[in-house]
């Protein structure tokens, strides 16, 4: 499996070191998105930076919605089947499945960028953006993360 992370907080009095792991992590704006591994660094990387984001496992469904609205190719033009047929895909559910299930990562896809630019949710966020998930708020490990970036493509 994969992880779906958030940044969910602004660049404003960020300390230098959750900024440079943010950057790692290629979120460098407030509500960029991307997909990463499920493995022991990035979970170090997420549990670093967790007042900062919000993440959860990935599924395809969602992966799938996040590249048809907001994927991009280098030149910031959106997926078309020519750059499918290029990376050696027939669809995006393919490459959704694919990176859902960890079998290739956004560094193989040399074609698409690896992070998604998200709007801020509609209707506003349901719970507050300064706490942690599990002090009722949306930071941190978020069951519910999925729901809420439906609404911000």
Known sequence: M????????????TPYWAE???????LKSRFSATIVPE???????????????AWCKADAQTIKLLLEKRGKVIGDKS????????LGFSSIDD?????????IKFNDLKLIKPYFR???????????????YSDGGIL?????LSEMVARMV
């Open 79 to 86: 997926i078309n089947d020519e750059v499918l047929r290029s």
């Open 118 to 132: 998200l709007a801020p949710p509609r209707k506003g966020f349901k719970k507050s953006s300064k706490r942690m």
């Open 39 to 53: 493995n022991e660094v990035y979970e170090g990387m997420l549990k670093k930076v967790k007042d900062h984001v």
């Open 2 to 13: 994969a992880y779906l992370v958030v940044r969910l907080r602004g660049t404003v009095n």
């Open 140 to 144: 941190g490990r978020n069951e519910e």
């Open 20 to 26: 440079h792991t943010l950057r790692l992590l290629r």
């Open 95 to 103: 490459i959704a499945t694919a990176l859902a299930n960890d079998s």
